[in-house]
């Protein structure tokens, strides 16, 4: 056949998306086996799945091909590989097994999986071509075949001499018939058409293949197109039941007829084809739910050159019922345990949208682990030596909620007991306060707590003094001014018995002496420099320091100052400022050194103070506030001036020196004043002044002005 206008293409060998190796197996029983190979197939395509093996750099993939024996055909670095060149009908074998790759260049392969069957039978899930009709005319071949309803087109297969049968081309879904050239004179050759459709996917789904036509081609033969009489037309249609979506049909014979086509609408005219049959009658399944439907037959018979269909029937009407939808009961349910997890694996369940997978423990309560949308999952982190039970339901979301199948069969299995080594404690750090050790460590992930042992002596007469299940601890109620030696063991229960870490780092540490530091006495305050105060007490013997706290306005104690005498300004060092007019406590408490750490004696009593305000509230309505005080200051004098108040008497300085507060007052009768003697340039001298005037035959003072500040030069 040398002619035929289409292409033809053969796949022959298997091909492999693959990362391919030429390293020479060798054995190695510490590479896991594979476990869970599944596959499914697409079309031609077939993919292969399987769990991972964690120490594995790859997977090698065998194939059985024809009962040839199992032949590799490549490897992947992941749990997954699409196959393609599978030969329909066939039935194969494969296996899989993971490798590594050493520092020499050689191939460690693992165990094999477990052996899988991959069976290439066609899924046949559209109608099949019920009739199929081959002509000649002149070395042409005209192929004439029914219809099949919801499909793409219709591939045509022709049995070539001495090749077999192969798919020359196809047709688009609304052509019955096709005419084929290219054949040789004298050759018998035999035809057969299937319909097809394409998936969501990619993919093609099939129907069953049409019987098979064959004639002897004899390019001088001609058929001529004589006038055939019609089929009768279908009369007496009637709906029989209706059953949810499948309603059944029935009408009278057509004399002359050889088969019928049905055809249906939803009741917009547009009649559309659904199905050939040969008898009269015909069941309709897979209809719209709950849907309005008119339906028609038209009867036809196979002549000589095609299809001669008779007049259409009259239309008759029905209505779907509601769905009431069935979810199958999951089957096939197996269960492969590796240490503490459990591999799942069941039988698809058609209709379904995904599973439910319960688990219970020890014959308890059953306990919902997780939802899947295939059929396998892995359940992980079980407990080690423990009987399990596991069942799987399918459901299927409809527009009415989610419908649910019986749960599966029960399937157990139980967990190894796992032998856990807990590793050794690391990191263990102490310290004390008073007769108290505090302890911590670096965190064990496997360890169940932590034993603390205490001893007086390095080399023995350890004893248990703390269990926690925590990475640190404290050990109060020690003797004081004593060494202990510490020892830290992590401890963990296999399988009923308790079992600790290998031998323990010792850390020594010794506690404080016990404090014999008397509290300060004779706490006093005095408020100088308006928001200064000075604080003194009597001196403690045996003192290292002492640390001054300070409350505002009763709230809580801060700590402000840590000096070495008995006395300190709060803040004539500039580093922080006590606010105006506000109520403060202070308490001092003394410390000494013991073992490089501060003892404190006991509190203080407690001084109160308030500092001054701001200003001077005296003002009136006779005297004004002075504005805008100025400073000038060249070398240790300052000169100092103001905006003139009308009237004013004479002038008031309020003058402050750094460390022994307010000095004059200065009384100047203009508006300015110059003082010298300012020696200290770093912390800040103050000023403000207010002014007189004589009211009714008295000297009357007005408000102080805002406080101005500077240093000397």
């Not at 049959?277 to 015909?282: G, I, L, M, Q, S």
């Not at 750090?429 to 042992?453: E, F, M, Q, V």
Request: overall charge positive; proline content about 2%.
């Amino acid at each position: 056949m040398k002619n035929i206008k289409k292409n033809i293409a053969i796949i022959i060998t298997l091909m492999l998306i693959i990362l391919p190796m030429i390293t020479m197996p060798v054995n190695a029983a510490t590479i896991g086996k594979v476990y869970n190979l599944t596959s499914e197939m697409k079309g031609n395509t077939v993919y292969f799945n399987w769990s991972n093996v964690s120490n594995a750099d790859g997977y090698d993939l065998y194939i059985n091909t024809a009962n040839r024996g199992f032949e590799y055909i490549g490897s992947v670095q992941n749990n997954n590989a699409p196959v393609i060149g599978f030969t329909e009908g066939v039935s194969y074998q494969a296996k899989v097994c993971a490798y590594q790759l050493t520092n020499t260049g050689k191939k460690e392969v693992g165990s094999f999986s477990d052996t899988i069957y991959v069976n290439m039978a066609v899924q046949e899930t559209l109608g099949k071509v019920n009739t199929l009709t081959a002509s000649q005319n002149g070395g042409n071949v005209t192929l004439n075949w029914s219809k099949v309803a919801n499909v793409a087109g219709y591939q045509v297969f022709v049995n070539i001499p001495g090749t077999g049968y192969l798919n020359i081309g196809s047709v688009d879904g609304g052509a019955t018939s096709a005419i084929i050239t290219g054949f040789e004179n004298g050759k018998y050759y035999q035809f057969k058409i299937r319909a097809y459709r394409k998936t969501s996917s990619g993919t093609l789904d099939y129907g069953a293949f049409s019987p098979e036509r064959g004639l002897t081609i004899y390019k001088d033969q001609y058929q001529d197109n004589p006038v055939e009489t019609k089929p009768e037309q279908v009369k007496n249609l009637n709906i029989g039941s209706i059953s949810e979506n499948t309603v059944t049909i029935n009408w009278n014979n057509s004399a002359n007829a050889d088969g019928y086509e049905i055809y249906l609408d939803k009741g917009n005219g547009n009649f559309t084809y659904v199905d050939t049959v040969y008898r009269n009658y015909a069941t309709l399944k897979n209809l719209d739910y709950n849907t309005y439907y008119r339906v028609k037959v038209i009867s036809f018979k196979q002549g000589k050159n095609g299809i001669i269909r008779g007049d259409e029937s009259e239309y008759k009407a029905f209505v779907t019922e509601a769905q009431t939808i069935q979810v199958d009961t999951v089957q096939n349910l197996t269960v492969q345990v590796e240490k503490n997890t459990a591999y799942l694996n069941w039988a698809k369940v058609n209709n379904a949208n995904g599973y439910e997978i319960y688990m219970r423990q020890n014959n308890g309560t059953w306990q919902y682990m997780q939802t899947v949308y295939n059929n396998y999952a892995t359940i992980r982190n079980l407990a080690y030596g423990t009987n399990y039970g596991v069942m799987v339901r399918a459901f299927q979301n409809t527009s009415n909620g989610t419908k649910y199948g019986y749960y599966s069969l029960e399937k157990r299995f139980t967990t190894p007991k796992e032998e856990i080594t807990v590793g050794q404690v690391a990191n263990v750090k102490a310290t004390t306060s008073a007769n108290n050790i505090y302890l911590n460590w670096s965190n064990i992930a496997n360890a169940s707590g932590y034993h603390i042992y205490l001893s007086k002596n390095r080399n023995y007469g350890y004893t248990l003094a703390r269990t926690t299940s925590y990475a640190s601890t404290t050990i109060t109620g020690l003797e004081y001014g004593t060494t202990y030696y510490i020892k830290v063991y992590a401890y963990q229960y296999v399988n009923g018995v308790l079992k600790e870490s290998p031998t323990a780092t010792i850390v020594a540490i010794t506690t404080a002496r016990k404090n014999t530091l008397a509290a300060v006495t004779h706490l006093n305050s005095k408020v100088q420099n308006r928001n200064e105060a000075y604080l003194t007490w009597w001196s403690v013997e045996g003192a290292a320091g002492y640390e001054v706290y300070l409350s505002k306005n009763y709230g809580a104690y801060q700590k402000v100052k840590d000096v070495a005498q008995n006395y300190v300004t709060l803040f004539s060092d500039g580093s922080q400022t006590l606010d105006y007019n506000t109520n403060y406590r202070a308490k001092v408490v003394a410390y000494e050194y013991v073992n490089n750490q501060k003892v404190y004696a006991k509190d203080s009593n407690i001084t109160s103070f308030k500092t001054e305000s701001y200003n001077d509230y005296e003002n009136n309505i006779y005297v004004s506030q002075v504005k805008n005080v100025r400073a000038n200051v060249v070398k240790d004098a300052v000169y100092l001036s103001w905006d003139t108040i009308p009237g004013a008497a004479y002038y008031e300085i309020d003058f402050t020196v750094p460390g022994l507060g307010s000095v004059g007052p200065f009384i100047t009768y203009t508006n300015s004043r110059t003082i010298s003697g300012l020696t200290d340039k770093q912390y800040n001298y103050t000023a403000r002044v207010r002014a007189y005037k004589w009211v009714n035959g008295k000297l009357v003072a007005g408000k102080y002005s805002d406080i101005s500040a500077f240093t000397g030069k």
